[in-house]
């Protein structure tokens, strides 16, 4: 965790690879709370499992799978662990975030599995169609003055 820098380092994520994730502030101050109340371990890893065998080591891809279940049902919320990050990429590619960016930060090795978030939602190309309408009709109307 580098507060500084507002990133985590995930070692062995998707595909097995080592990535940064940043996180907003509102992120690192919870997570600084959450750790200053974990019980101090020589885990280096940041979420630890809290009950059963398993308790004060880390907490696994499936542990985390559920408690999104469980509370994703519990709400009555349809979502799901990659439901999150599906909606992050849809989101910053909304918002005119480079594609090659957005495959470093899901760590997906091939641009064609980054591009699909590009086909599913096409708020992007309808701001940029309407944007360079606007420049293609201000272009005609002056053309026509001449």
Request: charged share 30%; aromatic share 6%.
């Amino acid at each position: 965790m580098d507060y500084r820098r507002s990133r985590i380092l995930v070692k062995a994520g998707k595909g097995a690879r080592d990535r940064i994730v940043y996180i907003s502030n509102d992120a690192a101050v919870a997570l600084a709370k959450y750790l200053r109340k974990r019980p101090k371990t020589g885990e280096k890893q940041i979420f630890l499992a809290e009950k059963g065998r398993c308790r004060g080591k880390p907490i696994s891809v499936r542990a985390v799978q559920k408690r999104v279940e469980h509370y994703a049902q519990e709400s009555g919320v349809a979502v799901t662990c990659h439901r999150f990050r599906h909606t992050m990429a849809t989101q910053l590619l909304n918002a005119d975030a480079d594609l090659v960016t957005i495959q470093e930060l899901l760590g997906h090795s091939k641009i064609k599995t980054t591009q699909r978030y590009s086909k599913l939602l096409n708020l992007k190309a309808q701001r940029d169609y309407f944007k360079a309408m606007e420049v293609v009709m201000r272009q005609t109307s002056t053309n026509q003055l001449e």
